[in-house]
């Protein structure tokens, strides 16, 4: 039976990385979404819907053609020209997972296209070939918490169920940071006393997360490998991360590589108007403006709609979900 279609609309979510020790192999997909339309044409054209998407190239050196073209070459097939639309609720460069989005759902996208013929696995390692990390890709692709790894060759991954109880309040700055400069501030070489405390940590975070123990998340949530060099990039950072457990959150952390602050946060908590207050009076003490969001973990991952009307466009079938 041929399964290839003529046109595909996937839904991607948003991710979180590291969740503080568990640097680029711990994350989690959260309810903030983008959706990408993909189609064989006759000529690529790329539309790309939205302010924030301006910058973004729209020929065939964007970053969702291109992963499309990864898809086909792999499978032995032949599309150069397509059409593509996409829009996106992910801010760009704030540590929320926008690229891992954009190469996800390309690769889900174009795969669907042409019959489904790779595996979600060979789709996972595709996209950590590219990100060179597989924490927010692995997100993004399966939805829920992930904690995986990569060798080089390849990566592995476990996927868990995130707790009913847990959401989530991202505090969003008003301004971008490159994942490439906040890598650069990170040393080359760390101590063992570091290594052992984020393996320690990171090791009883995720043993937290499969038992339910979300008393236990303030202690684990700690990292000494990434966050302390990043606070300069992030002014607030260090008080945010010291003191935000002393407002009703379950623990804290850098969202990926920045600026993005989350906190996780029970959700029967009466503490969150207190939590919002502090995280807001925190980084206008440091005259750093900033979004609050409240999200909850995504279950599915990247998703292939099947449900949509053929003659509207994009954006008229998906208004009704967007959510900035
Ligand atoms: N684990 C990565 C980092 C996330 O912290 O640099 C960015 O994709």
Same mark, same amino acid.
């Given at each position: 039976?041929?399964?290839?279609?003529?046109?595909?609309?996937?839904?991607?979510?948003?991710?979180?990385?590291?969740?503080?020790?568990?640097?680029?192999?711990?994350?989690?997909?959260?309810?903030?979404?983008?959706?990408?339309?993909?189609?064989?044409?006759?000529?690529?054209?790329?539309?790309? %819907? #939205?302010?924030? @998407?301006?910058?973004?190239?729209?020929?065939?050196?964007?970053?969702?053609?291109?992963?499309?073209? @990864?898809?086909?070459?792999?499978?032995?097939?032949?599309?150069?020209?397509?059409?593509?639309?996409?829009?996106?609720? %992910?801010?760009?460069?704030?540590?929320?997972?926008?690229?891992?989005?954009?190469?996800?759902?390309?690769?889900?996208?174009?795969?669907?296209?042409?019959?489904?013929?790779?595996?979600?696995?060979?789709?996972?390692?595709?996209?950590?070939?590219?990100?060179?990390?597989?924490?927010?890709?692995?997100?993004?692709?399966? #939805? #829920?918490?992930?904690?995986?790894?990569?060798?080089?060759?390849?990566?592995?991954?476990?996927?868990?169920?995130?707790?009913?109880?847990?959401?989530?309040?991202?505090? %969003?700055?008003?301004?971008?940071?490159?994942?490439?400069?906040?890598?650069?501030?990170?040393? =080359?070489?760390?101590?063992?006393?570091?290594?052992?405390?984020?393996?320690?940590?990171?090791?009883?975070?995720?043993?937290?997360?499969?038992?339910? =123990?979300?008393?236990?998340?303030?202690?684990?949530?700690?990292?000494?490998?990434?966050?302390?060099? =990043?606070?300069?990039?992030?002014?607030?950072?260090?008080?945010?991360?010291?003191?935000?457990?002393?407002?009703?959150?379950?623990?804290?952390?850098?969202s990926g590589a920045g600026p993005t602050m989350l906190a996780l946060v029970d959700r029967?908590s009466s503490r969150k108007e207190e939590l919002e207050q502090f995280l807001l009076g925190?980084?206008?003490?440091?005259?750093?403006?900033?979004?609050?969001?409240?999200?909850?973990?995504?279950?599915?991952?990247?998703?292939?709609?099947?449900?949509?009307?053929?003659?509207?466009?994009?954006?008229?079938?998906?208004?009704?979900?967007?959510?900035?």
């Amino acid at each position: 039976m041929d399964t290839s279609h003529t046109k595909v609309r996937v839904k991607v979510p948003a991710s979180t990385a590291n969740l503080g020790p568990g640097f680029d192999t711990l994350g989690m997909a959260l309810d903030l979404y983008a959706w990408i339309e993909m189609g064989i044409a006759e000529e690529t054209k790329i539309h790309l %819907i #939205g302010d924030q @998407m301006s910058g973004i190239p729209t020929d065939k050196s964007n970053l969702i053609y291109e992963v499309a073209q @990864m898809v086909f070459d792999k499978a032995g097939v032949k599309h150069p020209e397509l059409e593509i639309s996409m829009y996106s609720d %992910i801010p760009l460069t704030r540590g929320l997972g926008s690229s891992a989005s954009a190469i996800v759902g390309g690769l889900a996208a174009a795969n669907a296209l042409i019959g489904s013929p790779l595996s979600d696995d060979t789709l996972f390692q595709m996209a950590t070939e590219l990100e060179h990390h597989p924490d927010n890709v692995g997100a993004a692709l399966f #939805g #829920g918490l992930v904690v995986a790894f990569w060798d080089g060759e390849r990566a592995e991954h476990i996927r868990i169920e995130p707790d009913d109880r847990l959401e989530v309040l991202v505090a %969003i700055p008003h301004f971008q940071l490159s994942t490439e400069k906040a890598r650069h501030v990170l040393p =080359r070489e760390q101590s063992l006393a570091n290594a052992v405390f984020n393996v320690g940590h990171s090791s009883v975070l995720v043993a937290a997360f499969c038992t339910g =123990r979300l008393d236990m998340i303030a202690r684990a949530m700690k990292d000494a490998l990434h966050q302390p060099y =990043r606070a300069a990039l992030v002014p607030g950072l260090a008080k945010i991360l010291a003191e935000a457990t002393d407002h009703g959150a379950l623990g804290v952390a850098l969202s990926g590589a920045g600026p993005t602050m989350l906190a996780l946060v029970d959700r029967n908590s009466s503490r969150k108007e207190e939590l919002e207050q502090f995280l807001l009076g925190t980084l206008k003490e440091e005259q750093i403006e900033a979004t609050l969001m409240w999200l909850k973990p995504d279950r599915h991952g990247v998703q292939l709609l099947t449900h949509f009307d053929e003659q509207c466009t994009l954006f008229e079938n998906i208004k009704g979900d967007v959510r900035l």
